[in-house]
């Protein structure tokens, strides 16, 4: 199976590989490549799936006019989002694309963050930042991220990313169970 990733983050490859490991694929080869989400640093909302979608879309381009074949496009994207009662939610969305253009959209769990962060963020402050200058490190963002920080360590970026790509492959893998399900709705009149 060859995988093309729209990042060069490395938390976002081992997300994918641990992803492909808990679903018992071994053989496979990711390729990795720097493509734009064209959203904001900290997308909100419908952003995140559409900065995946755009990077799924840079990468496309990049295997056509490159020639490079591909089973899935994986994108990953993080950012922060308001349940219906308005509290919001660090998340994390993966886009896969197969082959042929079928497309499959996973989340991750979300970890609850307070207002205050939130409007920080809306007013164009990164969590992220302050998360190194309480920490005095760098790169918060490719280590445990936002969610690792608020967990301490329970979930890292890493095992949300994974759980966003596992929800995103659901579809390819698991479509026997799908249809078994979708056909005996089908007896029930509601």
């Known amino acids: ?3 093309l990733l729209g990042s060069k983050n490395p938390s976002k490859k081992r997300a994918l590989e641990k992803a ?3 679903l018992n694929i071994y053989d496979y080869e990711i390729n990795s490549y720097d493509v734009s989400s064209s959203v904001s640093s900290k997308p909100i909302g419908y952003e995140i799936i559409r900065g995946a979608d755009n990077r799924n879309k840079e990468l496309k381009k990049i295997a056509v006019n490159s020639n490079i ?3 899935y496009l994986c994108s990953i994207e993080g950012g922060f989002s308001v349940d219906e009662n308005g509290l919001p939610f660090v998340v994390t969305y993966c886009i896969l694309e197969d082959k042929f253009g079928k497309k499959s959209t996973g989340k991750s769990l979300g ?3 307070s207002k205050i962060m939130f409007e920080f963020v809306k007013k164009g402050g990164s969590l992220n930042k302050v ?3 309480i920490k005095l490190e760098n790169n918060n963002k490719q280590k445990l991220g936002i969610t690792g920080y608020l967990t301490n360590g329970l979930y890292s970026r890493e095992t949300v990313d994974k759980h966003a790509v596992i929800s995103s492959f659901v579809s390819f ?3 026997d169970e ?3 399900l979708e056909q005996y709705i089908k ?4």
């Open 1 to 3: 199976m060859k995988i």
């Open 20 to 22: 492909l490991q808990e």
């Open 69 to 71: 074949e591909y089973d």
């Open 111 to 113: 970890i609850r963050i």
């Open 131 to 133: 998360i190194e200058q």
């Open 173 to 175: 893998i698991y479509q």
């Open 178 to 180: 799908k249809q078994k």
């Open 187 to 190: 007896q029930f009149k509601i």
